[in-house]
């Protein structure tokens, strides 16, 4: 399959286009020339029993100009080594559990997938700098990754003092090919700078570089496969109505993989951006009217994002801010709101979400809709947030392992001449 800008689909580009260039040439995020035929009619009669199988049938028909079958298969059977359970909480409330890999969060499933696709496609073995922004889950995930792999070099940018000390030592802590700025400002600002990294013409002609947030489509598409997976499973338990999916949503990756999966054929009764208060989206959707803002800090720092970079994709997929706003509807909470829903889900069903997840469920159940949402994290990556009487039932899962390493990283400030000569001199 080519692949086409958000913002002009007159030009076509490779897979291998795609994920070294992370941004088009006039700045849009790459998208899908056309939406596979990926509907409920074609996936049924497929033997697809495992996430894995499911992943492997709807990967193809975007990597198979580039990769054949036996380098997809590796792909996804390397990358998908972990179970994604579908659990039912309450009434008509179900969570797709998306935090089983090693880093304990969703974002292993994108992270993951891009590392072996780039690993498959990178045959030449170029020396790649791997270039990210993290508000938390993003960096650790990136770093376990592509971690140890040959010809690659990860550096990634964080907020300093707005990741929790588990996300931090996540990608802190291994050392060997992975490079860590703590960057003095926001997540905004580290994504403007990583921005302006690829923007820049001269330094791309000395470092070939590419990104692996959620811009990069190579992380972004895999994220559709989870979607179609929930639906599936929630048909097995629900089989007279399709579901309506809640989303935690920061910078929208997420929630636009869901609706990529709606477009290939999934039939949704809808999402929902559950948001903190960094509620540029919700605005939108509510009033048609785009103002990026500056982010705020809250408990929910994965999700403290004002100026989100898949909305380009967002408005690629609705069209219009009318069939956006008849698709996706939002709520936003705060952080009390957030903590008291930690508690009360707790005591009532004995199921423990995180800040982020809780996000989730709390917007599936304002919204009255039957439906499943993403649970995005383990509550043991955000313990210093916790509620103080819930923190002590929350324990390290047996299939994480923590790097042992004391972190370390290199303070900068959020000027871009500050990454520019970091990157030109390591």
């Known amino acids: 399959?080519?692949?086409?800008?958000?913002?002009?689909?007159?030009?076509?580009?490779?897979?291998?286009?795609?994920?070294?260039?992370?941004?088009?040439?006039?700045?849009?995020?790459?998208?899908?020339?056309?939406?596979?035929?990926?509907?409920?009619?074609?996936?049924?009669?497929?033997?697809?029993?495992?996430?894995?199988?499911?992943?492997?049938?709807?990967?193809?028909?975007?990597?198979?100009?580039?990769?054949?079958?036996?380098?997809?298969?590796?792909?996804?059977?390397?990358?998908?080594?972990?179970?994604?359970?579908?659990?039912?909480?309450?009434?008509?409330?179900y969570a797709l559990e998306l935090f089983r890999g090693p880093t304990l969060a969703f974002k292993d499933v994108g992270a993951r997938f891009m590392a072996r696709l780039i690993n498959q496609i990178n045959r030449e073995k170029e020396d790649i700098t791997i270039l990210v922004a993290t508000s938390g889950d993003t960096g650790g995930a990136v770093a376990s990754g592509f971690n140890l792999m040959d010809n690659i070099k990860v550096v990634v940018?964080?907020?300093?003092?707005?990741?929790?000390?588990?996300?931090?030592?996540?990608?802190?802590?291994?050392?060997?090919?992975?490079?860590?700025l703590a960057v003095d400002g926001s997540f905004d600002d580290c994504q403007r700078m990583v921005k302006e990294a690829f923007s820049d013409i001269d330094l791309r002609k000395t470092l070939k570089m590419t990104s692996a947030n959620s811009i990069n489509i190579g992380r972004w598409l895999p994220q559709s496969f989870y979607y179609t997976w929930g639906m599936l499973k929630w048909l097995e338990e629900n089989p007279d109505v399709f579901p309506v999916v809640s989303v935690p949503s920061g910078n929208y990756g997420n929630?636009?993989?869901?609706?990529?999966?709606?477009?290939?054929?999934?039939?949704?009764?809808?999402?929902?951006?559950?948001?903190?208060?960094?509620?540029?989206?919700?605005?939108?959707?509510?009033?048609?009217?785009?103002?990026?803002?500056?982010?705020v800090k809250t408990i929910t720092n994965a999700m403290d994002v004002g100026n989100p970079s898949n909305f380009e994709r967002m408005k690629y997929i609705g069209g219009s801010w009318k069939n956006i706003s008849e698709m996706v509807s939002a709520f936003e909470f705060k952080d009390h709101e957030i903590l008291k829903g930690i508690e009360r889900v707790y005591h009532e069903t004995g199921y423990i979400l995180d800040p982020h997840s809780a996000t989730g469920y709390l917007a599936m159940e304002k919204s009255k809709c039957k439906g499943f949402f993403i649970a995005t994290a383990h509550p043991v990556k955000f313990l210093d947030v916790m509620p103080e009487n819930i923190r002590d039932k929350v324990k390290v899962p047996s299939y994480h392992s923590q790097p042992g390493n004391e972190g370390l990283s290199i303070k900068i400030s959020k000027d871009y001449s500050d990454l520019r000569n970091y990157l030109l001199k390591s």
């Open 1 to 93: 399959m080519k692949f086409v800008s958000s913002r002009s689909n007159t030009s076509l580009f490779s897979l291998k286009d795609t994920l070294f260039q992370g941004l088009a040439p006039d700045g849009g995020l790459f998208m899908p020339q056309k939406y596979p035929d990926q509907s409920l009619r074609r996936l049924r009669n497929m033997e697809t029993k495992t996430f894995t199988d499911l992943a492997l049938e709807l990967a193809k028909p975007y990597l198979d100009e580039d990769i054949d079958d036996d380098g997809i298969s590796k792909i996804v059977n390397e990358a998908f080594d972990f179970d994604i359970p579908f659990k039912h909480l309450k009434n008509d409330i």
């Open 157 to 180: 940018l964080y907020p300093e003092g707005r990741v929790s000390k588990f996300q931090e030592l996540q990608f802190t802590g291994l050392g060997n090919n992975i490079n860590c």
């Open 255 to 295: 929630l636009t993989a869901g609706m990529l999966a709606y477009e290939c054929g999934m039939p949704f009764n809808g999402f929902i951006a559950a948001s903190n208060i960094n509620n540029t989206v919700p605005v939108y959707i509510r009033s048609g009217i785009y103002q990026p803002q500056e982010s």
